[in-house]
């Protein structure tokens, strides 16, 4: 039990899956355990049941007249304010935006920010590709510098928005690293674009499902201009992002997607746009995806939002701890973080150790660059060989360089720390016996055990689905 209360017994019997048994190496049964929440999250129970009384109740929304109509209508609605309530903000200043996932969210924006010749956007060095791709083909991309550890200097940062200044229309910066967790302190890097008149997008993906956000009042100097995130990350996998920012960048220009639902009248010759948020959500919208992150959104407040935070805090400082006991085992990343890890062990390649704790331990994780490929290259030092074999067109035999990542969640337990450093310790005292256990398959880029019949596996699953 934490401080006000959060049980995470209780919470654990809310996770859909939590006792799921996966088929292992030699025809085993293992208990999952799942360390990849930076991914995505399991959905919730009550959430589930939630969704399957309103499925009763589906129906398109707006401008249906049919009573179906109406309450879909009314809860597609209330869902931006539940929504706007969990992050604090204005919906007299500020659209609440419904699309798939952040990345849609953040390629919405590069689309709606209105840049003309010579502007220019300053994003981290440790951006995750979706607040990196979509800038780079709309405008002038500048990049902040990082120290020795892989966190964000705060000088560079300035110093390039006093040299970008009056060019630089915004600054991307991520909440939380997926990488090494790191926390960016987002009002004072908010306060400082808007020093230098550029506005501040906060990519939320993994700072929203472990920290409590607040955007601010717009008269607040770390105020949020826009904020990106995702249900799928925060116990809501139903395939609903949001974007929130101020409506007035939305009401200017077309729309990258126009058709039903976007418009207030067509005419032959002219089309009148319908206001925000409207205007940016064409066609029939995922309604139970809306309802399912709202009720999510509504279900964790209940339990706890700031005390589910300190509990990751606790565990995640346990696993560090843990992790410390492994020989051979570096960390990346230092000073504040979410609940996310990523390591190697010595002598064993990344995909190698994800392999091994999937097939014989039972654990679910991430092994690569996590879609953050500079970010990553970064921290292990520039290793160059695998990214001159693409540039040269050649057959890349040496599987990609990478880490292996852990992300934690307020169901994880101590218990379950326990197994992982358990598994990693055998691996590092019997390196090259668990090497010869395992064939790397190049096309795949993913490690396989000698004796194991994936044909068997996928027939397993199946009758495991049904």
Same mark, same amino acid.
């Given at each position: ?11 654990r ?15 085993r ?15 919730l ?8 009384? %309103? ?6 929304? %707006?401008?249906?007249?049919? =009573? ?16 706007a309530?969990?992050? *604090?903000?204005d ?7 419904? $699309?798939?996932n ?30 990196d791709?979509p ?5 002038r ?11 964000l ?7 390039? $928005? ?7 229309? $915004?600054?991307g910066?991520?909440?939380?690293s ?9 009002h004072?890097?908010?306060? $400082? ?5 550029? *506005? ?13 956000i ?5 008269f ?7 904020? !990106? ?27 990258? =997607? ?13 089309? =009148? ?30 339990v706890?939002?700031? *005390? ?41 390649p ?28 970064y ?23 990478g ?6 969640? !307020? ?20 390196? *090259? ?6 064939? =790397? ?9 000698r ?14 689905l049904?």
């Amino acid at each position: 039990m934490g401080r006000a209360g959060f049980c995470l017994k209780d919470f654990r019997r809310q996770i859909v899956g939590i006792d799921m048994k996966v088929p292992g190496k030699d025809r085993r049964r293992l208990k999952y355990i799942n360390f990849d929440n930076a991914a995505s999250t399991p959905a919730l129970e009550p959430v589930v049941k939630r969704l399957q009384h %309103h499925l009763k109740w589906y129906s398109g929304v %707006h401008r249906g007249t049919g =009573y179906k109509s109406l309450v879909s209508t009314h809860e597609y609605n209330r869902s931006r304010e539940v929504i706007a309530d969990f992050v *604090q903000a204005d919906l007299d200043h500020d659209a609440v935006i419904f $699309l798939k996932n952040t990345t849609e969210a953040i390629n919405k924006l590069s689309y709606r920010i209105g840049f003309k010749p010579g502007d220019q956007v300053l994003v981290s060095g440790m951006e995750h590709h979706s607040n990196d791709l979509p800038w780079r083909s709309r405008v002038r991309v500048n990049y902040a510098g990082l120290d020795e550890k892989g966190r964000l200097d705060l000088s560079d940062l300035e110093e390039k $928005l006093k040299r970008g200044y009056p060019r630089t229309r $915004l600054v991307g910066i991520c909440g939380a690293s997926n990488v090494t967790g790191h926390i960016n302190d987002i009002h004072h890097i908010a306060a $400082l674009a808007h020093e230098y008149r550029a *506005q501040v997008l906060v990519d939320g993906a993994q700072l929203v499902p472990h920290h409590p956000i607040d955007m601010k009042p717009i008269f607040h100097p770390g105020h949020i201009d826009f904020l !990106a995130f995702s249900g799928h990350k925060i116990y809501a996998p139903y395939g609903c992002g949001v974007l929130i920012g101020p409506r007035d960048t939305f009401e200017q220009g077309i729309p990258e =997607y126009a058709g039903g639902g976007t418009i207030r009248a067509v005419h032959s010759d002219a089309v =009148y746009w319908a206001d925000p948020p409207e205007k940016e959500e064409a066609g029939s919208p995922n309604v139970l995806g809306v309802v399912g992150l709202a009720d999510t959104l509504s279900y964790l407040k209940k339990v706890g939002v700031g *005390q589910m935070s300190e509990y990751e805090a606790s565990l995640t400082e346990y696993t560090l701890n843990r992790m410390s006991e492994v020989r051979g085992l570096s960390v990346y990343g230092d000073g504040p973080r979410v609940a996310v890890i990523s390591f190697n062990l010595a002598g064993v390649p990344h995909s190698l150790v994800g392999a091994i704790l999937c097939y014989e331990a039972g654990i679910g994780l991430r092994t690569g660059c996590f879609c953050a490929q500079p970010y990553v290259r970064y921290l292990m030092g520039e290793r160059e060989q695998f990214f001159e074999c693409l540039k040269s067109g050649g057959n890349c035999k040496e599987p990609m360089p990478g880490m292996v990542r852990i992300s934690l969640a !307020a169901y994880n337990t101590r218990a379950e720390i326990d197994h992982l450093v358990e598994w990693l310790k055998r691996i590092s005292g019997n390196r *090259q016996e668990f090497i010869r256990r395992y064939r =790397y398959d190049d096309l795949n880029d993913e490690y396989l055990p000698r004796d194991y019949d994936v044909a068997m596996l996928s027939s397993r699953l199946g009758k495991s689905l049904y």
